[in-house]
């Protein structure tokens, strides 16, 4: 995890560690399954896809944003953390004022959020299943990407996934 990573989990009195230790209670992150993510994100917008009824043609490839990663970890740390699974955080705090918070202001802006599944494949899968994920995906205003994975054996759903979209 980066710098800004850390300074922004500590900031919210998070706790996270690499992707090893297993431990109740102790949230795990995996850079490399969020890179996996990215990739595949872009192999599916290198594409046509069609979203429930509408159909998108192929996009450009999105790009890493390194305030939009950090805005998305934190949401999957924090969720793990606190075992909850929605876009806004228990006390309201919206994905926009999230990346907004992390620095990133470009509008618009979109999240994906996933849990429950340990493998990249089969999330970024579910999202391009669900029609409001998929268009989140194939939009082609939405030029950059942030990917936090999560990971904690005592919670509900064990792996949290959260994609944030923006436009520069």
Avoid at 14 to 21: F, R
Avoid at 56 to 65: D, R, S
Avoid at 128 to 148: D, F, T
């Amino acid at each position: 995890m980066g710098t800004l990573g850390r300074v922004w989990i500590i900031a919210l009195g998070l706790s996270a560690c690499g992707p090893s230790s297993g431990m109740p209670g102790v949230v795990q992150t995996d850079p490399a399954r969020e890179a996996e993510v990215l990739g595949l994100v872009n192999q599916a917008r290198s594409a046509a896809a069609r979203c429930g009824d509408r159909m998108f043609a192929a996009v450009a490839p999105l790009t890493l944003h390194p305030q939009l990663a950090n805005s998305a970890r934190v949401h999957s740390v924090d969720m793990a953390t606190r075992d909850y699974f929605e876009h806004d955080t228990p006390e309201g705090v919206t994905p926009t004022q999230r990346m907004v918070a992390a620095g990133y202001t470009a509008l618009p802006n979109a999240e994906n959020i996933a849990g429950g599944s340990p493998s990249a494949t089969t999330t970024v899968a579910q999202w391009m299943a669900s029609p409001g994920h998929c268009a989140s995906i194939m939009n082609g205003e939405l030029r950059s990407l942030g990917v936090g994975y999560a990971f904690r054996t005592d919670t509900r759903l064990r792996h949290y996934w959260t994609l944030n979209f923006g436009a520069r």
